[in-house]
């Protein structure tokens, strides 16, 4: 592509980024999976192309930079960025009016913020140490490392034998010490009525939160949850597998969670996602970002420190996921310094891969797919 041709294509992609998805994808339906997924995609790549990141003197911005509202010139407007946000059937909870009002309000310290993260970083929790399956040495090792790296909070899978989860929490929270925060996840693992029964008893171990106890789709079912554990100080976090803001709006509606767990991916995007943190920033619930998939914690990096310096100006009870491999498959991964996210000062969305990577593991004829193949037929 030329530089005419750029230059072409970003003036097109001006013209797509403020659309909402009920023009961009109105025969599709209110906000399927199907289509949403498609749109994400298409709207990830217009973000990356017009991201003209960064905290820097570099002409060109990352695309949470891009976010930010404030007098310079590449800075956006709220009233630009609210453009880009579909309010159609969030408005009973977010009018574009209130969604303004969060994001001036926002504008008050935003600097000492903005210096607050270059200098410290966003807080990020582990959850690479405590997989289901893991034996108890690889476990003891594994925490062993991240508490010498300076990682304070930790998430343990649960869910799949009560006993062996009362052992291996048990483990961890000794390992750990009162102190530090531990979470817990169940993957969906859980009827409404086991998870309640589940929690209470591993509530001797002081979870945070509980993350996905029962399936993604049943609300009300969170929502009872929610409401037993309370009493116990545990918090429901959920949202990773939610397609759209509605889900998210029937959610904060049903006081069904305490932790709010946006997903970069399958959540339409950077345009979808905005709608989600200033309705979570409306109803004062923490944004804590699912990040446990290959590119996620590049994407979602973004997305969360936008939040804190233009949104929720609050880092209260807020952390981000982070896993510790495929990093080394990306041209601008991550940067990890005390437990806490740095900001980007790569252009674009962090998510280019390496073109040796790409090689190596396309199928069929990848380096990574031919001896799994090869292995299959022998």
């Not at 969030?90 to 008050?108: C, F, N």
Request: one cysteine or more.
């Amino acid at each position: 592509m030329g530089s005419s041709d750029g230059l072409v294509l970003r003036k097109v992609l001006c013209i797509w980024l403020p659309q909402p998805f009920s023009t961009l994808c109105g025969t599709c339906g209110p906000s399927r999976r199907e289509s949403l997924c498609g749109s994400c995609l298409l709207t990830c790549c217009s973000w990356i192309m017009v991201s003209p990141g960064v905290w820097s003197s570099d002409a060109r911005r990352a695309m949470g930079a891009c976010l930010l509202p404030g007098p310079s010139s590449s800075s956006q407007d709220p009233r630009t960025l609210l453009s880009c946000i579909d309010f159609r059937y969030i408005t009973d909870v977010l009018t574009e009016e209130e969604a303004y009002e969060i994001l001036q309000k926002g504008q008050v310290g935003k600097k000492e913020r903005e210096g607050q993260m270059l200098m410290h970083g966003y807080p990020a929790y582990t959850t690479s140490c405590a997989w289901l399956g893991y034996s108890d040495d690889t476990l003891k090792q594994l925490c062993t490392e991240a508490l010498k790296a300076g990682w304070t909070r930790f998430k343990v899978k649960v869910g799949a034998d009560l006993q062996d989860d009362v052992r291996r929490c048990r483990l961890i929270r000794n390992m750990i010490g009162p102190e530090k925060t531990l979470m817990m996840d169940a993957n969906q693992r859980w009827d409404v009525p086991e998870a309640v029964k589940w929690m209470s008893q591993l509530a001797e171990f002081k979870p945070l939160w509980i993350e996905e106890p029962t399936s993604p789709d049943d609300i009300l079912g969170h929502a009872t949850i929610s409401k037993a554990l309370a009493p116990l100080g545990i918090g429901v976090a959920t949202g990773e597998q939610c397609h759209n803001r509605v889900i998210f709006k029937q959610l904060l509606q049903a006081k069904a969670l305490q932790f709010l767990q946006i997903d970069s991916c399958r959540l339409g995007s950077v345009n979808e996602n905005l709608s989600v943190l200033l309705m979570a920033k409306k109803f004062e619930i923490p944004v804590c970002p699912h990040a446990g998939g290959v590119g996620l914690c590049e994407l979602v990096q973004h997305l969360i420190i936008f939040d804190f310096i233009s949104v929720s100006a609050s880092l209260q009870n807020r952390m981000c996921e982070y896993v510790d491999h495929l990093h080394e498959h990306f041209r601008y991964p991550v940067i990890i310094k005390k437990a806490s996210y740095m900001p980007p000062k790569d252009a674009g969305y962090s998510t280019e891969m390496k073109e040796e990577s790409v090689k190596k593991h396309q199928y069929p004829d990848g380096e990574v797919w031919k001896k799994l193949l090869a292995a299959q037929e022998n």
